[in-house]
């Protein structure tokens, strides 16, 4: 079955680095996310992309995040100076599409755990 | 603004018993997509069962089932003959027909008791 994969499974990183974290959506999929999920608390929505480029973000999803999809196959959220409430994990997921069979329905990636000290 | 509630912070189930999770959602839209997502202890969240809006009838999906109360904005997941497997956090979604952003709950934490 397809599945989203994401890179890395975790990662440390001190505090002001940059870090991007990577994912794989299904390839036929046309709407992308991310997500985040502080440790204990609720999934929060960060960021939508179709047709390369940002559809819909959060209060979250300030000027020191940033998202790509470089090559047509990776998707990727970049941080570019990471505080420690950036520790979470980040859930990429993706989204045929309405148009298509199994339609509104995201497909979620294992997660990215980032960890800043 | 849409919210989704899940009152229920943890329940348990023994096996083969059945186990109901609820959840509240607000919004002023009509049509709409509700949702049940399981993440196991391995992290990766799972689509349990859809519901669409306009459709009266319930969802079922094998041993899931949901009672969707659209008027009340209650959609709750009914697993039966629990298995051990089940155990995992269970989260309730929201996402507005003409949108593409999910709405999640907080989660509740289900423990199936051998």
């Known amino acids: 079955e397809p599945e989203v994969t994401q890179t890395p499974s975790h990662q440390v990183t001190q505090m002001g680095q940059e870090v991007i974290l990577r994912c794989v959506p299904i390839s036929n999929h046309l709407y992308f996310y991310w997500y985040r999920q502080i440790l204990g608390q609720k999934v929060e929505f960060l960021v939508s992309?179709?047709?390369?480029?940002?559809?819909?973000k959060s209060e979250i999803f300030d000027d020191q995040f940033s998202v790509e999809r470089p090559d047509g196959s990776n998707f990727t959220l970049k941080i570019r100076s990471t505080k420690l409430e950036d520790s979470a994990m980040y859930f990429c997921?993706?989204?045929?599409?309405?148009?298509?069979?199994?339609?509104?329905?995201?497909?979620f990636g294992a997660g990215s755990r980032l960890t800043v000290l | 603004a849409q919210t989704v509630t899940q009152s229920q912070p943890e329940m348990s189930v023994q096996e083969a018993e059945t186990v109901t999770l609820s959840c509240t959602y607000d919004t002023s839209e009509n049509n709409y997509y509700l949702f049940w997502y399981k993440q196991p202890p391995s992290r990766q969240m799972i689509l349990v069962i859809r519901q669409e809006a306009y459709k009266q009838q319930n969802a079922t999906e094998n041993r899931f089932s949901v009672n969707f109360q659209k008027a009340a904005k209650s959609f709750s997941l009914k697993i039966s003959d629990s298995q051990l497997g089940d155990t995992a956090m269970y989260f309730c979604a929201f996402m507005k027909y003409t949108g593409n952003q999910f709405y999640f709950g907080t989660g509740t934490s289900l423990t199936v008791i051998p």
């Open positions: 992309f179709y047709n390369n480029e940002i559809s819909e």
């Open positions: 997921a993706s989204n045929p599409g309405q148009a298509f069979s199994g339609a509104n329905v995201l497909t």
